[in-house]
Nanobody, 127 residues
Framework: QVQLVESGGGLVQAGGSLRLSCAAS???????????MGWFRQAPGKEREFVAA????????YYADSAKGRFTISRDNAKNTVYLQMDGLKPEDTAVYYC?????????????????WGQGTQVTVSS
């Protein structure tokens, strides 16, 4: 079984940057390495929402409109790690950020289509 562990969250002022990491461990089979990896977030009282996703080779990415131009998703398969670089952070970006793995070759944006989830990391942006 693959486990995902996020790190890199914290408190930052508006306009600042954070880089989230998500490391896969356990039985990182070839199917896990070749899976789509995504980032989602959930603010208090709100539904979990898609942020960004990347295919196994890193050649295809997809972003929510709220993330376009500010966030960058990338992955290093040699390290079994996916990253989310977040620049120009806004108070409305405050949420728990989760990484997730989807055993699919196609990028999908619906959270319940993802198979494995990390425990989440808190991002708080102060105004």
């Amino acid at each position: 079984q693959v486990q995902l562990v996020e790190s890199g969250g914290g408190l930052v002022q508006a306009g600042g940057s954070l880089r989230l990491s998500c490391a896969a461990s356990g039985r990182t089979s070839s199917s896990a390495v070749s899976a789509v990896m995504g980032w989602f977030r959930q603010a208090p009282g709100k539904e979990r929402e898609f942020v960004a996703a990347i295919n196994w080779s890193g050649t295809s990415t997809y972003y929510a409109d709220s993330a376009k131009g500010r966030f960058t998703i990338s992955r290093d398969n040699a390290k079994n790690t996916v990253y989310l670089q977040m620049d120009g952070l806004k108070p409305e970006d405050t949420a728990v950020y989760y990484c997730a793995l989807d055993f699919s070759i196609f990028i999908r944006r619906t959270w319940n289509e993802y198979d494995i989830w990390g425990q989440g990391t808190q991002v708080t942006v102060s105004s």
